[in-house]
């Protein structure tokens, strides 16, 4: 098992990549955005602190 880490501006093409990635290799993909998204649309401590 390894880890891969897309980094880049808004707009560069990482969720498009990340997508042809996960397909080709069945690969389980995290992203903390969408975590820190659905941690602050529940407010929860983690959510409440990451919004500020």
């Known amino acids: 098992m ?3 880490v897309l980094f880049g501006p808004p707009g ?3 969720g ?3 997508t042809n ?3 080709k290799y069945k690969l389980v ?3 903390t955005g969408d975590l820190l998204r659905n941690e ?3 407010k929860t401590p ?3 602190e990451a919004k500020k």
């Open 21 to 23: 990635l996960i397909e």
């Open 2 to 4: 390894f880890n891969l």
């Open 16 to 18: 498009t990549q990340a």
């Open 29 to 31: 993909h995290l992203s």
């Open 46 to 48: 983690l959510g409440v």
């Open 12 to 14: 560069s093409g990482k």
């Open 40 to 42: 602050i649309a529940n």
